[in-house]
């Protein structure tokens, strides 16, 4: 395994001016792997937003088909790379070899997603208003506007994808999609992971000619607070912890010039159980959901970590066999002993709260995760209890029982927002699914029918985000091709020449973007 060098990347450059050292761990057994990493200094960072800043006017005004080739070369260059790279992710991670292949195949399939966005041209979202000098009262000015790059972008990598929502990940493809140069903070979990990505970027950056100081991070703790505050950086990608996530929104709306922050953070994705479902095929349920529950070793936000039926006798037999199923699932390594202490500190609230009781899962003790099982009082959600909305971040999930429809939708009202939310159902159930779709469009991102919302397709017309907490700004997503249009801001042209125009909104259009409806704008066809 090669050794980091471990110094923070600036502006093309390395730096490692910080006397503050960090090590990397082995999540299984807890050893010091080689290298050494330097926590970054406020000089550093300092540094790193400026050569951000430098960047942009020069990487914002090249050709989006430029910007295409150097995600695809990134892709590229994380494709090529060998087993001493997959080693490294799976020793900082605990996450098995066919996961990490799994994810690095996505991590590179979305930068050429977004590299395919680029080379269409409609994330300009160019709109032309013509002149009118005739028009009366007053005549009309030539307006054309389009969508261009906020600005650097600070992205902070998550701790449960080292590699699709990390260096290369999610984020930092859409603000570089944008035209946003990046400041990346590693993840204290896999800094050395993140050095072998990091080493890819700058190749690739090479490669096709990006300006020094595209893409730069930086290593350490407390060092995020000084990025957010830096005034070069324009917007904040984040996927973490409510805590972590609430903080940075602190920071960037205290700023003289406050900044938005795209935060993933809580979700409790609430799976509900029709009657029918269970009446066809409750056994064959539990075995799914059971698997859902503690893939990954739970370690995924779209986590199924609450689960709700009706009444019933059918009920009753799902819960047994649910509970007979979690019962015989193996305990995991987690993906770091500080991730474990969360995990057994949520366990430890749930097992204390007088109407939550346990139903399936070992004593957890030693160093790995064990699943479990537990159930609610319905008065819980119906009360607004906190507990019940907080996200358990491992394969642990707690089950409510409803006495009937009204109660269920009075339960789901109560419920925060979510990234998902799935119903299991027959047709017989469709129409009381019909009732409770209306409240879960108000609740969540992303709405499951008999599917499990473990599984995160990246695609044009997928949404992974949702209300508060699940997300900062329900408006946006993290994952798919509309994850670039939280780094774009939208500016208008009056009277502009074509010479001082965008390309994609200029007469001749290059781009060749369908703006235009029988040579009049949309508006105008629309007889508005």
């Not at 951000?52 to 990134?74: K, N």
């Not at 409750?282 to 009444?311: D, M, W, Y």
């Not at 017989?428 to 699914?433: K, T």
Request: aromatic fraction near 6%; charge should be negative.
């Amino acid at each position: 395994m090669n050794q980091p060098l471990g110094h923070n990347y600036i502006g093309g450059a390395r730096s490692g001016a910080g006397d503050v050292l960090l090590r990397s761990l082995d999540a299984t057994t807890g050893e010091a792997l080689l290298g050494v990493f330097h926590q970054a200094t406020a000089n550093e960072v300092d540094a790193a937003a400026r050569a951000a800043e430098a960047a942009y006017p020069v990487f914002r005004s090249l050709p989006a088909s430029r910007r295409a080739e150097f995600l695809d070369a990134i892709a590229d260059e994380l494709d090529n790379l060998g087993e001493d790279f997959l080693a490294t992710v799976c020793r900082e991670t605990a996450l098995p070899q066919p996961r990490i292949l799994g994810e690095r195949s996505r991590t590179s399939g979305q930068l050429r997603l977004f590299a395919q966005v680029l080379r269409l041209g409609d994330f300009h979202g160019a709109r032309i208003d013509r002149a009118q000098p005739q028009r009366q009262p007053l005549p009309r000015p030539d307006l054309r506007q389009c969508q261009l790059g906020i600005g650097p972008v600070a992205v902070f990598g998550a701790s449960n994808f080292p590699l699709a929502f990390s260096t290369a990940g999610g984020d930092t493809a859409a603000a570089l999609a944008a035209g946003c140069p990046v400041v990346f903070k590693a993840h204290s979990g896999h800094m050395a992971t993140s050095e072998w990505v990091a080493d890819a970027i700058l190749r690739a950056a090479e490669r096709t000619g990006m300006p020094a100081g595209v893409f730069n991070m930086i290593y350490g703790s407390g060092v995020g607070e000084w990025l957010v505050r830096h005034p070069s950086i324009q917007a904040v990608g984040f996927t973490g912890s409510l805590k972590g996530g609430r903080a940075l929104c602190d920071l960037a709306a205290a700023r003289p010039q406050p900044i938005p922050v795209f935060a993933e953070m809580s979700s409790i994705n609430p799976v509900i159980l029709l009657p029918e479902a269970l009446t066809v095929r409750g056994e064959h349920v539990a075995g799914e959901l059971a698997a859902s529950v503690v893939l990954g070793c739970g370690q995924f936000c779209t986590n199924p970590g609450l689960v709700i039926g009706i009444r019933s006798p059918e009920l009753s037999a799902f819960i047994e066999r649910f509970a007979a199923r979690m019962a015989d699932q193996a305990a995991q390594t987690m993906l770091n002993t500080g991730t474990l202490a969360s995990y057994e500190a949520g366990l430890a609230r749930l097992h204390a709260h007088p109407g939550i009781r346990h139903l399936a899962g070992g004593t957890q003790q030693g160093n790995q995760a064990w699943p479990q099982l537990f159930q609610a009082d319905v008065s819980l959600l119906l009360e607004g209890d906190e507990l019940l909305q907080e996200e358990v971040f491992g394969p642990a999930t707690v089950l409510v029982e409803v006495a009937d429809l009204a109660e269920l939708q009075r339960a789901l009202a109560n419920l925060q927002g979510q990234l998902t939310a799935t119903l299991i159902a027959e047709p017989g159930d469709l129409a009381m699914a019909a009732q409770l779709v209306p409240l879960l469009e108000r609740k969540a991102g992303r709405l499951l029918l008999n599917g499990y919302p473990t599984g995160v397709e990246v695609c044009d017309a997928m949404v992974h985000g949702g209300p508060y907490p699940a997300t900062s700004d329900a408006r946006g997503t993290s994952v798919g091709s509309l994850a670039i249009a939280r780094f774009l801001r939208p500016v208008c042209y009056q009277n502009y020449p074509d010479a001082l125009l965008p390309d994609c909104l200029k007469n001749a259009n290059p781009l060749g973007i369908a703006r235009l409806v029988g040579g009049m704008t949309t508006r105008e066809a629309l007889g508005e």
